[in-house]
């Protein structure tokens, strides 16, 4: 059984930054892939950015391509999404994803387990 529990969410100014934070917890971290998407009120979950299972390959939304980051520490079971230049529209809820030997789909019905998601909000 895997679990996946979120950090790092806040309130930010746009221009800034923040780092989410994906504790996995499980067996074989490295044979999931790995992603991040986000929710914002009355719309559906969107895909933001994912790590390819085995953490050789990230890919990326249109909308966060350049300001957004994906990454993996395999030693500590973490994997992060830094966040630069926010914009207003950037605000949502923020959620960790894993797919068994998966993370190239940006399908939410791809990935098996999610966490319970991080807030973030950024103001204009």
């Not at 953490?55 to 030693?75: E, H, M």
């Not at 894993?98 to 991080?118: C, F, I, K, L, V």
């Amino acid at each position: 059984q895997v679990q996946l529990v979120e950090s790092g969410g806040g309130l930010v100014q746009a221009g800034g930054s923040l780092r989410l934070s994906c504790a996995f917890s499980g067996r074989s971290f490295n044979a999931y892939g790995l992603g991040w998407f986000r929710q914002a009120p009355g719309s559906e979950r969107e895909f933001v950015a994912a790590s390819r299972w085995g953490g050789r390959s990230s890919y990326y939304a249109d909308p966060v391509k350049g300001r957004f980051t994906i990454s993996r520490n395999t030693a500590r079971n973490m994997v992060y999404l830094q966040m630069n230049s926010l914009k207003p529209e950037d605000t949502a809820v923020y959620y960790c994803a894993a797919a068994y030997q998966g993370g190239e789909s940006p399908t939410p019905d791809q990935y098996d387990y999610w966490g319970q998601g991080t807030q973030v909000t950024v103001s204009s």
